[in-house]
């Protein structure tokens, strides 16, 4: 495969993954909760869950077990003008969990899919409403809400969105100051921007798209809740929707099972994916109020949300979506998030105390180090080569984003493997840093 990864004959392109000078892909022939194992007889411990999805671990025979009940009953059916108990048991358990004022649910593929979905829903709520001026987003500097062209439109240009550029919608971008604690006070620098969006928002503006207090892929960079409180609510008062996307901070990836219950300030749209299915099987829902919905309630074709994919709420997935969250609402999990938690705080205490040139941050399951060394922070930082690579000879997958390492667990792992992965991200950063401490 090495050689061969390279060649026009390797038959597979992979993901976010340049054709030449990445390690060839490690070939994997098994899960078993947090360990993947490879066709070497090596295994690698995931600490991050498989690209944020596998909150229960590989190949939980809960799942094993449901995908073969519904696989038997109802694989696939499709979902305009047919309805399945899989979609409804889900819906019917979710939004109640999310909150008094999500009463509807719409389902889709992914993550990407689940904010395209926010966004159309969003515009054409004020098209269905003769506010047909209303056509504008807003969104955060350093966001990040998948690869599709709407949700490239509303995140923070870059090396993913470059090519595309004069395609992608206009959208007015608040720059958003970061910190170390989302539950630390509002200083001057967030009132400065709460003073910017006031200022930025006008009649014109349909929704305002967010990552609640995270923003994963821009490297774990946090903001503060009451800082977003204030911008949601701001925005609410201005007629502007507000769409959060958890597709990463969605169950209890914050401390909470939504990072929206943080808040007192409803948003109007929540878009889940990722560990929705458990990581299982891909799925994406955008939930909604019922004023959003409301403006759809007619007879009228032309008011119709004209939306929908082959697969959407397969009862396959349904069934993982059900499982997962039974799991994840049993006691056991607030036992493995608090001891993760824990571990995560210990471990965080160490580093700081070692005085490497990093930065910490820490939320709910999630532990990441920004690493201060070579250029600025960004996803396409040098580093980010050469810690992949001594992580994976420690038989540890963490993928740093540029020189961001993070830690996001399955919410199964032991105790044994996360200090095996702390182990590592010692090893390297001894290795990264002895010269200069
Ligand atoms: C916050 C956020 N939104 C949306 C997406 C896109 O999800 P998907 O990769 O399932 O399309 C991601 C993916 O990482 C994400 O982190």
Request: hydrophobic residues 45%.
């Amino acid at each position: 495969m090495e050689n061969l990864k390279t060649s026009p004959a390797y038959p597979l392109w992979h993901p976010f993954t340049p054709q030449v000078g990445t390690m060839a892909p490690l070939p994997v022939v098994s899960g078993k909760g947090a360990r993947l194992y490879l066709n070497d007889g090596r295994e690698i411990i995931d600490a991050i869950s498989s690209w944020w999805v596998s909150i229960h671990g590989h190949s939980h025979p809960a799942f094993a077990e449901a995908l073969f009940k519904q696989a038997n009953t109802l694989e696939q059916v499709i979902f305009a003008g047919f309805s399945h108990k899989p979609a409804l048991d889900l819906v019917t358990k979710l939004l109640p969990l999310l909150g008094d004022s999500y009463k509807k649910a719409f389902f889709s593929d992914n993550g990407s899919t689940a904010i395209e979905v926010a966004l159309k829903m969003a515009l054409q709520y004020f098209w269905n409403k003769g506010e047909t001026e209303r056509t504008k987003v807003i969104a955060l500097t350093g966001s990040y809400h998948g690869d599709t062209f709407g949700a490239m439109s509303v995140a923070e240009p870059s090396a993913f969105t470059a090519p595309y550029k004069a395609l992608l919608f206009d959208v007015d971008y608040l720059d958003i100051p970061y910190c170390t604690d989302i539950h630390l006070p509002l200083n001057e620098a967030d009132y400065a921007c709460i003073k910017v969006f006031q200022d930025l928002i006008h009649q014109n503006h349909a929704a305002f798209i967010f990552e609640p207090f995270i923003q994963g892929a821009s490297g774990m960079q946090m903001y503060k809740v009451a800082l977003l409180e204030q911008l949601v609510a701001i925005a609410q008062k201005a007629g502007i929707l507000c769409i959060a996307d958890e597709v990463m901070t969605g169950f209890s990836r914050t401390g909470k099972l939504f990072a929206i219950h943080h808040l007192v300030s409803k948003p109007d749209i929540v878009c889940l994916s990722k560990a929705l299915t458990g990581g299982i099987l891909p799925m994406g829902l955008t939930i909604c109020n019922l004023p959003i919905w409301e403006a759809y309630n007619t007879s009228d074709l032309y008011k119709t949300f004209f939306h929908g994919h082959s697969f959407t709420a397969n009862p396959l997935a349904c069934a993982c979506a059900n499982t997962s969250l039974d799991l994840l609402l049993s006691a056991d999990y607030c036992h493995y998030l608090a001891d993760i938690e824990e571990s995560n705080n210990e471990f965080k205490f160490l580093i700081e105390q070692k005085g490497y040139p990093v930065i910490t941050r820490a939320c709910g399951p999630i532990l990441a180090f920004e690493l201060l060394q070579g250029s600025p922070t960004s996803y396409v930082h040098e580093a980010r080569h050469i810690l992949y690579a001594e992580f994976l000879k420690r038989n540890v997958l963490l993928r740093p984003l540029g020189n961001v390492v993070y830690i996001l667990p399955p919410y199964t792992i032991t105790k044994p493997d996360l200090n095996l992965v702390y182990k590592a991200i010692e090893e390297v950063f001894d290795l990264l840093f002895k010269p200069s401490i």
